[in-house]
């Protein structure tokens, strides 16, 4: 169905901007749920959670399999050895995030993560004790700063500062950031912020975040969920002390998928960081020695950070997903992705008298894939009537519907689809 809305670009033109981009789509690689009539669903939702790479279930059996011919000599036999599974993101999980290899691990859940590294590197010790956080933040976040800083007996009230964009803004202004962080000065123990906003998709100037911090006495970490698998980043040479991110959202791993850490060389070589412990963090060769061996050894990276024996079921999906990321490399993909959500802005800002306005930033290296779309006037009810023409995006009260073209799957003609939609529900209908 072509609707010519003026300002919008024809569909051909959409399919000619697919056929000619010189990152192709791996939708083939994915299961992109249908409608009830069969058709493909608009699948916006990558930032949620990531369609199933194909390959998933090959991994995933593979395990099963193992488990069913070897049970526990799958540990040492299983065609990737269950002991030593996690060492194969150690390269892969590198690349990603811009880490050494020793620096990223896969284990646990993402605010199980935030707990673990908050607790080695929120080191409240006389006056120095605030933490600072952006605000809107996702409230997992929140309730796990303020749980950190009841855990070691100071008031969230006092102690945790929340930088919020200005009166009548969405975002938040980065000079806000640098001074807070400057006010706080000595008494800042630890900032701790969303690489890129899960509400607004802007993405923070971590480099620029991490030296201000550091230059005020701070250690700083990111909550990467919605960067990891987003944007390039270079978390080694940006010196950022710790990150932790999920792998359900960019990262298509599945529901509840294990989730990832990073730790900086500096501290992860250094026994002498204090770090909640388990077998699992333990030097491998002694592991096994169990009740002879009373000393914990940490791994001098960050699998000394692992606890307990990992998922082995729920890392295998990402595998599947990693590999197609390594396939394209994350520049190459990068590139892509601003091309496409370049494309959705500009044909939802060129529909004629459009009732909503977008609220991520436009800069290059102010957004991700992510568009957020505030709404005028009832968003509820017309976000319903959006995904019965089989959008998949999502809403966030009072009004903010969240779309994210993911540049592994989805298309220009999907975001042409898209923004013809949108005209009709928020535009002056000109058909
Ligand atoms: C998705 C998301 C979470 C979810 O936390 P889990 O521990 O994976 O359930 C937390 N924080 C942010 C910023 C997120 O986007």
């Known amino acids: 169905m072509t609707t010519a809305h003026s300002g919008l670009v024809d569909e051909a033109h959409a399919r000619r901007l697919d056929a000619e981009d010189p990152v192709a789509s791996m939708r083939d690689q994915f299961a992109m749920p249908s409608r009830n009539d069969g058709s493909d669903c608009l699948y916006f939702c990558g930032n949620s959670l990531g369609l199933l790479p194909l390959a998933a279930t090959a991994h995933v059996n593979e395990v099963m399999e193992d488990w069913q011919r070897l049970a526990v000599a799958g540990h040492r036999d299983a ?61 997992s976040d ?58 607004t998709g802007q993405v923070l100037d971590m480099a620029a975040i991490t030296e201000a911090g550091h230059r005020a006495g701070a250690t700083v970490g990111f909550d990467l ?23 359900y959202k960019y990262l298509n791993a599945g529901p509840g998928a294990i989730a990832g850490a990073f730790v900086h060389d500096r ?27 009373d000393r914990f050894v940490p791994v001098p990276t960050v699998e000394s950070w692992q606890i307990s024996n990992p998922p082995i079921l729920s890392m295998a999906p990402l595998r599947a997903s990693l590999e197609l990321f390594d396939s394209i490399g994350m520049d190459p993909l990068r590139a892509r992705s601003l091309r496409l959500t370049g494309f959705l802005r500009q044909q939802l800002e060129a529909v004629p008298g459009r009732r909503y306005r977008i609220t991520t930033p436009e800069g290059e290296h102010e957004h991700g894939c992510q568009l957020s779309i505030a709404i005028e006037g009832d968003a509820q009810q017309a976000f ?30 999907e975001c042409h689809r898209f923004a013809t939609l949108m005209a009709e529900s928020f535009g002056d209908s000109t058909s």
């Not at 620096?103 to 935030?114: A, K, P, R």
């Not at 929140?142 to 070691?152: P, V």
């Not at 500062?161 to 006010?183: C, H, L, M, W, Y």
């Not at 023409?389 to 993911?406: C, E, K, L, S, Y």
């Open 384 to 413: 319903h009537d959006i995904e019965a023409m089989g959008v998949v995006a999502d809403f966030r009260p009072p009004g903010t519907i969240r779309v994210a073209p993911a540049p592994l799957y989805n298309t220009f003609e």
């Open 225 to 247: 969920a919605h960067a990891a698998g987003n944007i390039p980043m270079q978390l080694h040479d940006w010196n950022v002390d710790f990150a932790a991110w999920c792998s």
């Open 142 to 199: 929140i309730y796990c700063l303020q749980s950190h800083l009841q855990a070691r007996g100071l008031d969230p009230d006092e102690h945790l500062i929340q930088v919020k964009p200005r009166d009548g803004e969405s975002t938040i202004a980065t000079e806000d950031i640098f001074a807070a962080i400057n006010d706080a000065g000595d008494t800042l123990a630890t900032v701790m912020m969303g690489g890129v906003n899960f509400l």
């Open 267 to 293: 501290h992860a070589s250094d026994a002498s960081v204090p770090r909640l412990a388990g077998w699992w963090g333990n030097d491998p060769d002694t592991r096994f020695r169990m009740h002879l061996e």
């Open 79 to 139: 065609r990737t050895p269950w002991y030593s599974y996690h060492e194969v993101f150690r390269d892969q999980g590198a690349r990603l995030v811009g880490g050494r290899p020793g620096e990223v691990v896969m284990m646990n859940s993402l605010t199980i993560n935030l707990h673990l590294l908050l607790t080695s590197f929120y080191r409240p010790e006389g006056s120095r004790t605030k933490l600072l956080m952006e605000m809107p933040a996702f409230p």
